[in-house]
């Protein structure tokens, strides 16, 4: 063999070993995806989004946005800030900062603000933009992506620890295709947690029903919407509400028989394929990041409104992405807040 064809053949031989063997920190599984509907029949492609109002904020990422009963408005900030504002979005005033990154938020029945801190734990602001912890650990195990949460007229505040794998990089959820996440119940009065179900492909988004004997929540990377019962009969357990959705859904909220559903990312329908074989993701996961980052999808704009028997009644939508990364979607009378991940803006969608 001449010189070069060894020198070729040694590196070529050297690559082969480094792709399937060398060390890799995650530890990829099989799952199979649920089915995929297409941007057709209830989801068909529409550019209603585009409309959509645009209100300058100090710092990027208003994940969720939340109202009070005096008309204030809250969001966090990628930066930890919490942003008050008025309905129109004017009047913006920071008024404490976590210290991590502050994802979903309620109003509870004392008035105070309930946040799900990523990286803080479940917190409470009280009028005095006093900033006290309620939970961040379980069993004496760090939470480490709290993400969402609803509470109950009873002052019970259901929320979602995302993952206890991946907390800095989301995306390798998607590469490792384990589940890590749990659904809690934290008890305001007593101050009591309890874990509602673990092994959940990153849950995310929580919201209780009318009456509150259930609520929706979403599993973004299991691509599903499933309903946890509260009282009767079927008390204490899971049913698919909708596995066959366009894109990884996140936040969801209720309002007037609505279940609304934030859709910041299509789905990556042309790696799904190979969820299914992880050692074929192991060789993908030794490239280079920008190899692997070339499979998820541009911008898209998209949200969607449920009944409560899992219809599709909204399909708001905008392929060109004006407001991108939408995470959460707050209905007041005729308006939608919608919050981002990313965007530098609020977004206000007219529903007239």
């Known amino acids: 063999m001449k010189p070069l064809k060894r020198i070729f053949f040694i590196c070529f031989l050297l690559g082969i070993l480094y792709l399937c063997f060398y060390p890799i920190a995650l530890d990829p599984i099989a799952r199979k995806t649920p089915p995929f509907p297409g941007l057709v029949g209830p989801y068909k492609t529409n550019d209603l989004l585009k409309k959509t109002a645009l209100v300058s904020i100090p710092h990027p990422g208003p994940e969720s946005i939340v109202a009070d009963s005096l008309g204030h408005f809250y969001t966090g900030l990628s930066n930890g800030d919490i942003l008050q504002f008025d309905a129109k979005g004017n009047n913006q005033v920071v008024i404490t900062n976590t210290g991590g990154r502050p994802l979903g938020m309620k109003i509870a029945p004392t008035g105070e603000l309930i946040i799900a801190d990523q990286k803080k734990g479940l917190l409470a602001l009280d009028s005095t933009n006093t900033l006290r912890v ?60 309890t874990l509602l179900k673990d092994d959940l492909f990153f849950p995310n988004g929580v919201a209780l029903n009318a009456t509150q004997d259930y609520f929706i929540f979403s599993e973004t990377f299991g691509l599903s919407l499933s309903k946890y019962w509260l009282k009767g009969a079927k008390k204490n357990t899971l049913e698919i509400f909708n596995n066959e959705l366009p894109g990884y859904p996140d936040n969801v909220t209720f ?98």
Do not use: C
Not at 143 to 170: M, W
Not at 312 to 341: A, C, F, H, M, R
């Open 134 to 193: 309620l939970v961040d650990q379980y069993k004496g195990e760090r939470l480490l992506f709290v993400d969402d949460l609803d509470i109950s007229k009873e002052g019970i505040v259901y929320f979602s620890n995302a993952t206890q794998r991946n907390p800095n990089v989301v995306e390798n959820e998607a590469w490792e295709q384990r589940a890590s996440g749990a659904l809690f119940a934290h008890d305001l009065s007593s101050g009591e947690t």
């Open 255 to 352: 309002n007037d028989g609505i279940f609304w559903v934030a859709i910041p990312s299509q789905r990556a329908i042309a790696i799904e394929p190979i969820f299914e074989q992880p050692f074929l993701r192991s060789v993908l996961l030794r490239l280079p990041e920008a190899v692997r980052n070339s499979a998820i999808p541009g911008r898209y704009s998209m949200l969607l409104g449920f009944d409560e028997n899992g219809a599709v009644v909204y399909n708001l939508q905008d392929p060109e992405g004006k407001y991108d990364s939408i995470t959460s979607v707050l209905q007041i009378d005729q308006l939608l807040y919608l919050g981002s991940l990313t965007e530098p803006t609020l977004g206000i969608y007219s529903l007239n």
